[in-house]
């Protein structure tokens, strides 16, 4: 390795420790989507994947077979690291996701460099302008680094292998089906940790194949490559992920569908379309640099640099004469401005076509929030740049070369690496606040508060079923678990308006709608990291404080003290989570699984209603030896279950999609295994 390349590296880990220095300290890292998790709240996450998550519908319960790609996610860091290891959530957090994103962030774009560019020297630029762009930190900064962050950093990886199985269609089936196999590994861990990055990257690999197709123009290549790079791996990855794609198709349940409109209409499309086409284009984030919701900056004109560099590449590529490179080169160029088009969304120009394909094509839904699109941004410019940079270092280099040796010795490539040594200052200017240490969210440590830590011992040591109210959400180091479901109050009533949300609870009907929900305790969460209590997207102390003495004067409840900054208010006699109406009716129950549950039935009269204040779904069933019930809708919320048989007897209430949910399970784990002795036998034979 030459000494330039050397002090481009060292640069390029000097900044990585600038940048996430926060990382590296002790202390827990918690912003945006990045919640922490206790020891006491790991129980919500278990390796084990149930159909029934406890915790959705804002503490409802609610199906969630389509979304266990992410419970799976958490459930492998918190089950093997938590609970096998008794580590921290602080520890947790780093071995699993923070130090992981960085290092898959440097391997994965120095591969599909490598792979597309082998003769291109400038490999830094390539990793830093994907590890270092505005939408990357952003994402970071919001707290998306266990989901969307490491997904976009496996995004090049799995490309790379994508484009391993385009080159070897021409040589060994057997070696191909090794590319393919790796590639169907790849692309189902980047779809656990966050499906519409793997989306964003199938489009991707989309695009390439029709240009590779055009480049070939042979019909033995085309019937090949639509085995290998779509049969192949669409066959495994659906079994590798039959564990939840087999929930989704026989439920018939679109889990974007079941958010609300607030997820799937248009309106929301139009109000989340942040980002002007000259920001995507010019990989300038929205929010940059102060990453908050909503709050647009003004345009930067030296990103403007960014597009011009890489569309750059376009014109050198025409000297050459390699195909395969001016393919590389066209793919880019065409990935660049597909996604700068993606994450405008439907602002201009023509807006509109982002709303229809929301509206009409595949898995479109998804993207409601178009800044997703930015990864296709990223990808192209980290192979567009470099190259354009290598050509502008060559061309400086024949320029400026003279032929007297004494001259040259004394100037010997200077012109061209001053060219360097600008380009890496322009572009570590251009995340300069990142280098300043001017970013929040994950990028600074924090503490819990000690109310909250009191409040979560006071909550855990409770072993009888009930729910909080938060109001008007639950703060982030809020309690909750499976015995103790938080719901926020913005939920529940369905509105973010404070007055309306008191107004509910002040409503005659208001106790006893809380006592059937099971909630025991009312809680003003104390607001520690300026999240909730806002005012033109600042903290506002004084809405916290009216939220505090307008919910003192709700007379059913009662004030609960020591908790600090925390207010907690009691309901009195609140339900069980399992309850009858009858007063003959004796009922006991045992919590075996969020999807199973055993009743001691005594005293029990034909025609007896058993109340299961869950949210109400049809696939709840209740079994004894005798009979079998299907779950019946109660107060248009609950479910509730009508004995047919009198006397003494045990009754299972189970959760009926968790069958499949575990033949699911099965063909995954079978899969993973049948390829991981695929691989080493691949690696054994040296194939």
């Given at each position: 390795m030459s000494k330039k390349k050397i002090l481009f590296f060292l640069l390029l880990f000097f900044i990585f420790f600038i940048v996430y220095k926060s990382w590296f300290l002790p202390g827990l890292i918690t912003a945006g989507d990045l919640w922490s998790y206790s020891k006491a709240t790991y129980e919500t996450r278990p390796l084990f994947l149930y159909a029934w998550d406890l915790a959705s519908a804002a503490g409802m319960g609610g199906f969630v077979g389509s979304l266990l790609w992410i419970y799976l996610n958490f459930g492998l860091s918190i089950t093997i690291f938590g609970k096998f290891l008794g580590l921290d959530w602080i520890?947790?957090?780093?071995?699993?996701?923070?130090?992981?994103?960085?290092?898959?962030?440097?391997?994965?774009?120095y591969k599909l460099y490598s792979e597309v560019l082998s003769k291109n020297v400038f490999s830094f630029f390539s990793i830093f302008i994907f590890c270092f762009n505005t939408y990357i930190l952003m994402v970071v900064g919001g707290g998306q680094v266990a989901g969307i962050a490491i997904a976009y950093a496996l995004s090049p990886l799995v490309i790379y292998y994508f484009i391993k199985i385009f080159n070897s269609l021409d040589k060994q089936k057997i070696k191909i089906i090794g590319f393919s196999i790796v590639a169907s590994l790849l692309l189902s861990l980047q779809i656990i940790f966050?499906?519409?990055?793997?989306?964003?990257?199938?489009?991707?690999?989309?695009?390439?194949?029709?240009?590779?197709?055009?480049?070939?123009?042979?019909?033995?290549?085309?019937?090949?490559?639509?085995?290998?790079?779509?049969?192949?791996?669409?066959?495994?990855?659906?079994?590798?992920?039959?564990?939840?794609?087999?929930?989704?198709i026989v439920s018939q349940k679109n889990p974007i569908e079941q958010f609300g409109l607030a997820y799937s209409s248009l309106e929301a499309v139009r109000f989340f379309s942040f980002a002007n086409f000259e920001n995507t284009l010019s990989l300038l984030h929205p929010n940059w640099p102060e990453n908050i919701f909503g709050k647009v900056g003004f345009m930067k004109p030296e990103f403007l640099i960014l597009p011009i560099l890489a569309f750059s590449s376009l014109l050198f590529v025409r000297k050459t004469k390699d195909l395969r490179l001016k393919t590389y080169v066209l793919f880019f160029a065409l990935l660049g401005l597909i996604g700068a088009f993606l994450a405008k969304g439907a602002n201009e120009p023509f807006g509109g076509v982002?709303?229809?394909?929301?509206?009409?094509?595949?898995?479109?839904?998804?993207?409601?929030?178009?800044?997703?699109?930015?990864?296709?941004?990223?990808?192209?410019?980290?192979?567009?740049?470099?190259?354009?940079?290598?050509?502008?270092?060559?061309?400086?280099?024949?320029?400026?070369?003279?032929?007297?040796?004494?001259?040259?010795f004394k100037i010997k490539n200077y012109i061209p690496n001053l060219f360097l040594i600008l380009t890496s200052l322009f572009l570590i200017l251009l995340i300069r606040p990142a280098i300043f240490g001017q970013?929040?969210?994950?990028?600074?440590?924090?503490?819990?508060?000690?109310?909250?830590?009191?409040?979560?011992?006071?909550?855990?040591?409770?072993?009888?079923?009930?729910?909080?109210?938060?109001?008007?959400?639950?703060?982030?180091?809020?309690?909750?678990?499976?015995?103790?479901?938080?719901?926020?109050?913005?939920?529940?009533?369905n509105t973010v308006d404070y007055s309306q949300i008191l107004k509910n609870l002040r409503m005659p009907e208001a106790e006893v709608f809380l006592q059937e929900t099971g909630v025991r305790y009312v809680i003003v969460p104390y607001d520690s990291q300026g999240e909730i209590y806002l005012k033109d997207r600042k903290y506002n102390n004084e809405i916290y404080q009216k939220t505090i003495n307008e919910v003192k004067k709700i007379p059913y409840l009662k004030q609960v003290g020591g908790f600090g900054k925390i207010a907690v208010f009691e309901v009195s006699n609140p339900k069980d989570h399992f309850w009858t109406s009858s007063e003959s009716l004796d009922l006991k129950y045992q919590y075996l699984s969020p999807v199973e549950y055993k009743l001691?039935?005594?005293?029990?009269?034909?025609?007896?209603?058993?109340?299961?204040?869950?949210?109400?779904?049809?696939?709840?069933?209740?079994?004894?030896?005798?009979?079998?019930?299907?779950?019946?809708?109660?107060?248009?919320?609950?479910?509730?279950?009508?004995?047919?048989?009198?006397?003494?007897?045990?009754?299972?209430?189970?959760?009926?999609?968790?069958?499949?949910?575990?033949?699911?399970?099965v063909i995954s784990g079978l899969t993973l295994v049948l390829i991981l002795g695929a691989l080493i036998y691949f690696k054994k034979r040296k194939i």
């Open positions: 520890i947790v957090e780093r071995v699993f996701y923070l130090f992981p994103f960085i290092f898959i962030s440097i391997f994965s774009s966050d499906l519409r990055i793997a989306y964003v990257t199938l489009f991707a690999i989309l695009l390439l194949w029709v240009l590779k197709v055009l480049e070939n123009r042979n019909k033995k290549y085309f019937i090949k490559s639509i085995l290998f790079i779509f049969l192949v791996p669409a066959f495994l990855t659906f079994l590798l992920n039959a564990f939840w794609i087999i929930p989704t982002y709303l229809w394909l929301f509206d009409n094509f595949p898995g479109f839904i998804m993207f409601r929030d178009p800044t997703k699109w930015y990864t296709l941004v990223a990808l192209s410019y980290s192979i567009l740049i470099p190259f354009s940079v290598w050509n502008i270092y060559g061309l400086l280099s024949s320029k400026f070369k003279v032929q007297s040796s004494k001259v040259q970013l929040g969210g994950t990028f600074k440590t924090t503490e819990i508060p000690s109310d909250y830590v009191k409040l979560e011992k006071f909550l855990s040591s409770q072993s009888n079923f009930s729910r909080t109210l938060w109001i008007p959400a639950i703060q982030r180091f809020g309690f909750y678990s499976n015995f103790h479901p938080a719901i926020p109050a913005q939920n529940l009533f001691e039935v005594k005293n029990a009269k034909i025609g007896d209603r058993i109340i299961f204040s869950e949210s109400y779904d049809a696939s709840w069933i209740a079994q004894s030896l005798k009979f079998k019930v299907q779950s019946l809708k109660f107060n248009n919320r609950f479910n509730s279950f009508t004995l047919k048989d009198s006397g003494d007897y045990s009754l299972i209430v189970y959760y009926y999609p968790q069958i499949l949910v575990n033949i699911g399970m």
